[in-house]
């Protein structure tokens, strides 16, 4: 069974770009959430999607937003970006949609480089 | 108050040590709770579960604590390959998963 993708590996934008990241879920988890890991930091919420629909989101400024697609991939976009966006940018999915008792399966993440 | 705080690092132990990691998390309607491991630069893995009842999995033990908010992690008979950030979560509101800032173990031949 293929785990979490994400893609790409590694980004690198200027100030004030706009980049994009994407995330393919493990076949039947319709459960897909961000987290953003900036360098000595630990992962910060950033979004949860689920059945195509956000249903909760951390506390980032509104340049960061998302989608899910019908076929439970998701898409994140970082609008106007700044230095301090520079992170690891995780995603997970889950196998019931946040009310069981399952851990999140992450994927192996895209390092996102502000220059 | 942070939502989920660990203790704080490096543990820095010989092999064959047995090392304990605490966290304590502050909304007592948290109803999930998980260890995870993170290798440097690589993305966390799920280490176990907690159970109220305690469990154990080889050399890892986790323990739960409902009354005081607290969890902890037992590891016996410590290999060099449990050098890891040790990475305590709680299923927060809203079904997401709250991430303490990590405990960073360093075994040592």
């Known amino acids: 069974e293929a785990g979490v993708t994400q893609s790409p590996t590694h980004l690198i934008k200027t100030r004030g770009q706009q980049a994009t990241l994407r995330c393919s879920p493990i076949?039947?988890?319709?459960?897909v959430y961000w987290y953003q890991q900036a360098l000595g930091l630990g992962l910060q919420f950033l979004l949860w999607y689920d059945e195509g629909e956000e249903r909760n989101r951390g506390n980032f400024p509104p340049r960061f937003s998302g989608r899910q697609f019908p076929n439970y991939s998701s898409e994140l976009n970082v609008n106007a970006l700044e230095l301090e966006d520079s992170a690891l940018y995780l995603c997970?999915?889950?196998?019931?949609?946040?009310?069981?008792?399952?851990?999140?399966?992450f994927g192996s993440g895209t390092r996102l480089t502000v220059v | 108050r942070k939502e989920v705080e660990q203790d704080p690092g490096p543990f820095n132990v010989p092999e064959g040590a047995t090392v304990a990691f605490n966290c304590t998390y502050s909304n007592s309607a948290s109803q999930s709770f998980f260890w995870y491991r993170q290798d440097c630069r690589k993305e966390p893995k799920l280490l176990m579960s907690?159970?109220?009842s305690g469990n154990e999995d080889g050399r890892f033990t986790a323990q739960l604590n409902r009354a005081s908010q607290y969890i902890s992690l037992l590891i016996r008979d410590s290999k060099l390959s449990d050098s890891a950030t040790y990475l305590c979560?709680?299923?927060?509101?809203?079904?997401?998963?709250?991430f303490g800032q990590g405990t960073e173990l360093s075994v040592k031949p």
């Open positions: 997970a999915s889950s196998l019931m949609s946040g009310t069981g008792y399952y851990g999140y399966t």
């Open positions: 979560v709680v299923r927060g509101q809203g079904g997401k998963l709250i």
């Open positions: 907690v159970y109220s």
């Open positions: 076949s039947g988890h319709t459960s």
